[in-house]
């Protein structure tokens, strides 16, 4: 080989080793960038839902309030009654429904009654005109505002509704205004917890709520002096200074995301990958920031792992250039050569030996790869069945207005026979107290039993296959949406055999399938008039078909083949994640059955679930026995 090829060969050879390692860490890059953004959008997704949730629980308490007689008595005769009454019903409705503060105005938007009473920066006193709340109620509207409170400086979400002391004359205009403020400090503690930074801004691009407090009260982006002056003219932020957060975003991504960096600040030692979700309810946006040491790292050992292969490759092909070469040599200069021949073989082992060393160094490299490769798997199975409980525990929040309902019944039934017990008592009738106290016990039996449910409902499957029956599955489903199916006055056709069918199946997996089946139908039938919703159950030798079938609107034909894909939804944006049915399907596979889905002729779906039968119900009560919670 003559010199100057040599040179040329010693030039290319480590820059196609720069080459491999750089296209493979751009390769590691994109690849960990995707697997990040598909992660930030779940976890966007789900603080979103928890934020709202948090907030939107409480919207119903000042309409409540306003309908107390109380509160109507003390603004018809304000100036001739002792407000501390009222300033006490008003803070123990704060500690009962876990809110900051709730105070009362009057129709000058003065606040004449509060929560805070014995505070020093008592609201008592004080007029909120100004705020959007109380402007949005006085017009008989209910309102929402968020922003620091004037005296506590704190940061906050106001709930207000009009309190109108004679709706029935045209004319008429509230005569007060109830507000609930709910503090924001428990959702961002809980953002703590995650491998994320999470920020929230309103339409102003004012980060509002952060899980770094640093960042709270920070323009997202630098303002305008107009700005800046007409935000503290709104009083929203107080006196805060609002400084610029920092951020720089150094590259845009197709998907919609963004690399971005902090110039100062907290989070000034690193670069992040952000996404952007909108609150379509409450005008904000939700940012997500994930650190992007973990692609970084993936694109070193990418590059590493690369050049490594390179290093095999150029080493296995300089080893059969040098065999090569070394066997014409031999050929030409056998008997001359002999012995020089010997010892350039021996020579050569030597290079082998150390070259092939190389190789094993490799090989174990690979080896841990596989290693961490089956762990991750081994991890992605055990979110798939956290997943499973989280989409379960989704239910659970559907159900929750109804369970509302039937809890609020016997809570109010037992404040009524507490005033009554007490009067009685007060009269020396201690037979009619009795009798009032009886009804108090016999109601919260009643509300324990709601509750059981739904502690049954929400426990983790055993994951033993027993013989399961069907008929009690679908009442315990049935029951956790009674409060449903009453309030929409739906009816619930039967057909199934007198005598129990069983399934070989799981207990609790088999339930919240039939959970998510029926609610899915409640919801589809949401618009319907006269709903039905049909249960049937036909049996063979070997199988089980349990159907579901609703008289909604069905399912658009385009998406029968999606609607067992995972995050696959037709839901309004916040409805839903789009798991129920993915994660539904998977189970009936886990359990060796088979979920299909069709449309009625006519309107409406019908969902097919089919599984093997189970001839021995004597094996499976036994096994319920050990089960405390088990009911099928």
Known sequence: MSRSLRRLLLLLLPLGMAMVMWQASQAAREQALQNMVREAENELRLSASGLEGHLTRHDYLPQLLASREMVKRFLVNRGNQDPMPLNLLLDQFRY???????????????TVAASNWHRPNTFIGQNYTFRSYYQD??????????????????????????????????????????????????????????????????????????SRPELQMAALHPLSEVEHQALLATRRYADEPL???????????????????????????????????????????????????SVNNAQWLAALLAGGLYGVVVLAGGIGWQRLRLRRERELFAERERRTLARARDELERNVEHRTRDLVDTNRLLSDEIEERRRAEESLRQTQDELIQAAKLA???????????????????????????????????????????????????RMAEISAQLRQFSRKSGGTLTAVSVQACID?????????????????????????????AD?????????????NALQAMADTPDPQLTLAIDADDRQVRIRVADTGPGIPEQHLSRIFEPFFTTKIPGSGLGLGLSISSRIIDDLGGRLDAAN???????????????????????????????HA
């Open 137 to 210: 109620a006085i017009n008989g509207q209910r309102g929402r505002f968020y922003g620091l409170g004037v005296q506590s400086l704190e940061r906050g979400y106001y709930f207000s509704a009009p309190v109108w002391l004679d709706e029935t004359a045209p004319d008429s205009r509230p005569n007060g205004v109830i507000v609930v403020k709910v503090l924001l400090d428990a959702v961002e503690e809980s953002w703590a917890e995650q491998d994320a930074e999470l920020l929230v801004t309103d339409a102003d691009n004012i980060i509002f709520m952060a």
């Open 507 to 519: 207990l609790v997996r088999l339930e919240q399938v039939l959970v998510n089946l029926i609610g």
């Open 476 to 504: 315990y489903a049935l029951r956790l949406y009674q409060a449903r199916l009453r309030s929409s006055k739906v009816e619930v056709i039967r057909r199934w055999p007198d005598e129990e069918v069983w399934v070989h």
């Open 395 to 445: 239910v659970l929040g559907q159900l929750a207005a109804g369970i509302n309902h039937e809890l609020n019944q016997p809570l109010a039934a037992i404040r009524a026979y507490a005033e009554n017990a007490r009067a009685f008592l007060a009269r020396s009738r201690q037979d009619a107290a009795d009798a009032n106290l009886a009804q108090v016990v016999e109601l919260t039996e």
């Open 243 to 293: 400084s610029p957060s920092g951020i720089e975003i150094f590259e845009y991504r197709e998907d919609g995301s963004r690399l971005v960096r902090f110039a100062a600040g907290p989070l000034a030692e690193g670069s992040y990958l952000g996404l952007t979700r909108h609150m379509n309810e409450l005008g904000w946006n939700m940012h997500i920031l994930k650190p992007l040491d």
């Open 600 to 630: 009625l002729t006519g309107a409406g779906a019908l969902f097919t679930i089919t599984l093997t039968r189970d001839g021995d119900p004597e094996r499976s009560r036994l096994a319920q026995t050990q089960e405390p919670s088990s």
């Open 96 to 110: 009962t429904a876990d809110v900051s503060d709730v105070y009362l105005l009057d129709r000058g938007g003065t």
